[in-house]
């Protein structure tokens, strides 16, 4: 079982694709775990993307990130965080395959609708930068109806 953290992205919001966006996660498969409309700050966002400081689009993505409310999730599921990367598409959506999220819905690198963790190390640091341990719920295996076999 894998946690992974996925933003949509101020585009997303801006554009209306917040449901459309959810509603992929939870057909294939995921369940959700966390979920909220919030406003990153500056100092999130730098902390969040830390490891593309100094980069030529560095600037650029800490203040669009903050420019709007971004809806954070958590996601879980067996190989979640792959799972979520390849649903979500390449980095750059001109690249993106047609099927994702990205190959879809996005046309512009720097508004490519969508973050999602890259690695175990990153899901479980994103993940805690983002939501409080009691943010996030787990379900009632009796009841649950979801399509893994635990
Ligand atoms: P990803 O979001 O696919 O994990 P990343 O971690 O390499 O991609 O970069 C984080 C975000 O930074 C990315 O979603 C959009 C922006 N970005 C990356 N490379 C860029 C570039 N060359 N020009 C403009 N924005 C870029
Ligand atoms: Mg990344």
Redesign the pocket.
């Given at each position: 079982m894998e946690r992974t953290l996925i933003l949509a992205k101020p585009d997303a919001l801006q554009r209306g694709l917040v449901g459309e966006i959810v509603a992929r996660f939870e057909r294939r498969g995921l369940r959700i775990a966390g979920l909220k409309l919030m406003r990153v700050s500056t100092a999130l966002a730098q902390e969040h993307?830390k490891e593309?400081a100094g980069k030529p689009?560095f600037n650029g993505?800490v203040e669009y990130i903050t420019t709007c409310p971004i809806v954070a999730m958590v996601v879980e599921g067996p190989g979640a965080i792959e799972l979520a990367r390849t649903m979500i598409g390449a980095?750059n959506p001109a690249n993106a395959a047609p099927g994702s999220i990205r190959g879809d819905l996005g046309a512009s690198?720097?508004r490519?609708l969508v973050?999602?963790s890259?690695s175990t190390a990153s899901a479980a640091r994103e993940v805690s930068l983002f939501f409080k341990a009691d943010e996030l719920l787990g379900y009632e295996r009796a009841s649950d109806p979801w399509i893994f076999e635990s």
């Amino acid at each position: 079982m894998e946690r992974t953290l996925i933003l949509a992205k101020p585009d997303a919001l801006q554009r209306g694709l917040v449901g459309e966006i959810v509603a992929r996660f939870e057909r294939r498969g995921l369940r959700i775990a966390g979920l909220k409309l919030m406003r990153v700050s500056t100092a999130l966002a730098q902390e969040h993307y830390k490891e593309h400081a100094g980069k030529p689009f560095f600037n650029g993505l800490v203040e669009y990130i903050t420019t709007c409310p971004i809806v954070a999730m958590v996601v879980e599921g067996p190989g979640a965080i792959e799972l979520a990367r390849t649903m979500i598409g390449a980095t750059n959506p001109a690249n993106a395959a047609p099927g994702s999220i990205r190959g879809d819905l996005g046309a512009s690198i720097g508004r490519n609708l969508v973050h999602g963790s890259d690695s175990t190390a990153s899901a479980a640091r994103e993940v805690s930068l983002f939501f409080k341990a009691d943010e996030l719920l787990g379900y009632e295996r009796a009841s649950d109806p979801w399509i893994f076999e635990s």
